[in-house]
């Protein structure tokens, strides 16, 4: 599985940006896959940032981002979002996305994860 994470960019605070992740590669079935976007601020350990499960689309997110940040997936298009909203620099990262098959309950540990994109930066101005 090959994950392709795009739509990072510079944004001045309280502004918006969506990420998307494509995945691709093999015969896997996107739909059962758990999926996930994780962080690297500089000089900072990576984070957890939110989570989607396949089938019901159950999502998850990390305290910091709840209810400024959506994450969502097309099935059809193999594709999960992160829709960025109301952005602070606090926020100013490296943006990861990753996969699994399945779903773990510990969807917040990176060792969780089996598949990872190369990441896109996202910067917020003050």
């Known amino acids: 599985v090959q994950l392709q994470a795009s739509g990072g960019g510079l944004v001045q605070a309280g502004g918006s940006l969506r990420l998307s992740c494509a995945a691709s590669?093999?015969?896997?079935?996107?739909?059962?896959?758990?999926m996930a976007w994780f962080r690297q601020a500089p000089g900072k350990e990576r984070e957890f940032v939110s989570a989607?499960?396949?089938?019901?689309?159950?999502?998850r997110y990390a305290d910091a981002v709840k209810g400024r940040f959506t994450i969502s997936r097309d099935n059809a298009l193999n594709t999960v979002y992160l829709q960025m909203n109301n952005l602070k620099p606090e926020d100013t990262a490296v943006y990861y996305c990753?996969?699994?098959?399945?779903?773990?309950?510990?969807?917040?540990?990176?060792?969780?994860?089996?598949?990872w994109g190369q990441g896109t930066l996202v910067t917020v101005s003050s």
């Open positions: 990753a996969a699994r098959g399945g779903w773990s309950v510990q969807y917040y540990r990176q060792s969780q994860y089996d598949y």
């Open positions: 989607i499960r396949g089938g019901d689309s159950n999502t």
């Open positions: 590669g093999g015969t896997f079935t996107f739909r059962q896959y758990g």
